[in-house]
């Protein structure tokens, strides 16, 4: 019952995602192909309802529900996001798919998308796996 929220918030999540056509492979193929500025555009309102929000965060101190500053650590550059960032990127483009949306994909009956999470859980554990050996 303490999970019940979370249920809740990731169902509500899925409705947002399907009606916007986030999952829809049709929407991600025109983005990739710059045939629509659709994905662009919410892609570009996350981006900057996320600065808008993180610069509030950071300049009012706000604290978490059980009154914890909230603290945001800069990150370091490394090469590893460039080339983390382009397959991720190349996985999203050939498999009409990322990790969020795949789950509302299989939700609205795309049967497919149950062989892109065990492919996206095989990579997760691979990463897991190598850690170590890459660089940092």
């Not at 999970?3 to 049709?26: A, C, H, P, Q």
């Amino acid at each position: 019952m303490k999970n019940l929220k979370y249920l809740v918030l990731g169902v509500l999540f899925g409705i947002i995602l399907t009606k916007s056509e986030v999952v829809s492979w049709w929407r991600i193929q025109e983005m990739f192909r710059f045939q629509s500025f659709h994905m662009y555009g919410i892609i570009g309102s996350a981006i900057v309802v996320g600065l808008i929000s993180i610069q509030l965060i950071k300049r009012n101190r706000l604290k978490t529900i059980n009154g914890e500053e909230i603290s945001i650590a800069d990150k370091k550059y490394n090469h590893g996001t460039w080339i983390g960032g382009t397959i991720f990127g190349l996985g999203w483009a050939l498999t009409g798919a990322c990790p969020g949306p795949m789950f509302a994909q299989l939700g609205s009956g795309v049967a497919g998308a149950a062989v892109l999470i065990l492919a996206a859980l095989a990579g997760t554990w691979t990463y897991s796996a190598l850690r170590e050996k890459l660089p940092h």
